[in-house]
């Protein structure tokens, strides 16, 4: 995925503002107790990453593990095979 400054800007009207947002979401993320272990790890590492960098990852893990959720949700919800 590549990111396109020119687009960003017509989506946000005031970037700093938008970032100061998004960090408090990340904060509240980070220290909340239900939080996954996993999910706060890749949050902190993509902290200190390069944005663009991180657009990227999240966009294959999307492509590679939401397919792959979904397949074991489907085999999970159908319970065990009668052979």
């Known amino acids: 995925m590549k990111i ?4 960003l800007l017509q989506k946000f009207q005031e970037p700093e503002v938008e970032l100061a947002v ?3 979401r ?3 993320v980070l220290g909340h107790p239900g ?3 996993w999910l ?3 949050l902190e590492a993509a902290l200190r990453n390069d944005p663009v960098e991180i ?3 999240v ?3 999307r492509h590679l593990l939401l397919p792959r959720s979904t397949a074991h949700a489907i085999i999970l919800a159908a ?4 052979n």
Do not use: F, H, V
């Open 4 to 7: 396109q400054p020119g687009r």
């Open 22 to 24: 998004i960090d408090r």
């Open 26 to 28: 990340i904060a509240w």
């Open 35 to 37: 939080t996954s272990p």
């Open 40 to 42: 706060k790890a890749a």
């Open 55 to 57: 657009a990227n990852d």
């Open 59 to 61: 966009e294959m893990l």
């Open 79 to 82: 319970g065990p095979l009668c």
